[in-house]
């Protein structure tokens, strides 16, 4: 906790905030700039006494309860908010709605537009697939074909054991564990999140495969990945993944491109020309 810091970042948000900003009458005669400090005590809930300590450097280690109401009396930014929280040493929660994972931000847009001769998508840190270039719905099927529960990716891949035959049986191992630990580290990012924890339930009840993974507790965050798919027009395709995070994490472009050495351009050139097949579920 650094509390020099803290006072100052405190004192200096206060300052900057009017009562009409607030909703509070803007008083007869104010002597310091900006809400005075008993007005922010009330609006963050708690004691004058207490938001004083902290703004003098002698206040106690501030709770997550404490810093969110603080945070919400001055009216913080994301940044802010999460600024806040590092100085008082506390580890900034992460505020996720199921609207904002769906809104695919304009750069990952961007880039997936100019990938018109690979497989990519987008998908979420939950697992859902989000976006994808024609020729990912080419090589794995359009996952907008697909009911809303089935385009998660961990959900087909643990509840769903058809969607494992575009993938060769040897691979299900590598996969399965890369999955479940991408997951826990999502879970861990995202703890309190009432979807991830659902969906986490749901996958132990229905798999007994995740269930003992998830007891591993293995944690690793997906990077880099290789991928062998099974296409019914041109065999087996070669691939390997590089995943582009967005800033906040919860939105991942996932590129497939050909192993270099392999006939997999060639294989991907082709299907460019055949154009979209009725394929298998997809897988990405």
């Known amino acids: 906790m650094d509390r020099a810091?803290?006072?100052?970042?405190?004192?200096?948000?206060?300052?900057r905030l009017r009562p009409?900003?607030?909703?509070?009458p803007p008083g007869l005669r104010r002597r310091t700039p900006g809400l005075k400090r008993d007005e922010v005590a009330v609006l963050a809930g708690m004691s004058t006494d207490y938001y004083t300590r902290l703004e003098q450097q002698r206040g106690p280690h501030p709770s997550v309860a404490v810093l969110s109401g603080l945070a919400r009396a001055l009216r913080l930014t994301d940044d802010e908010r999460e600024h806040m929280f590092l100085l008082a040493g506390q580890a900034p929660?992460?505020?996720?709605t199921a609207t904002r994972r769906q809104q695919v931000s304009p750069g990952l847009l961007y880039l997936l537009s100019r990938l018109d001769d690979v497989p990519a998508f987008v998908i979420d840190d939950a697992g859902e697939i989000l976006v994808q270039t024609r020729l990912s719905r080419i090589v794995s099927g359009d996952v907008n074909q697909l009911p809303p529960g089935e385009r998660n990716y961990f959900r087909r891949w643990f509840l769903l054991p058809e969607s494992r035959r575009v993938t060769p049986e040897e691979d299900w191992q590598l996969h399965s564990r890369t999955h479940v630990s991408d997951l826990r580290a999502t879970a861990a990012r995202r703890q309190g999140d009432p979807d991830i924890a659902a969906l986490v339930g749901e996958l132990r009840a229905g798999s007994a495969e995740f269930d003992q993974l998830w007891r591993e507790h293995t944690v690793a965050v997906r990077r880099a990945d290789k991928k062998r798919l099974l296409h019914p027009e041109v065999g087996?395709?070669?691939?390997?993944?590089?995943?582009v995070m967005s800033m906040s994490t919860e939105q991942t472009l996932v590129v497939l491109h050909p192993?270099?050495?392999s006939d997999c351009q060639e294989k991907l050139d082709l299907l460019r020309v055949i154009g979209?097949?009725?394929?298998?579920?997809a897988q990405g």
């Open 236 to 243: 087996l395709l070669d691939l390997l993944c590089e995943h």
């Open 20 to 24: 009409g900003d607030v909703g509070l």
């Open 93 to 96: 929660p992460r505020q996720h």
């Open 5 to 15: 810091e803290l006072a100052d970042f405190l004192r200096r948000c206060r300052e």
């Open 259 to 261: 192993r270099p050495g």
């Open 276 to 281: 979209q097949q009725d394929l298998s579920p």
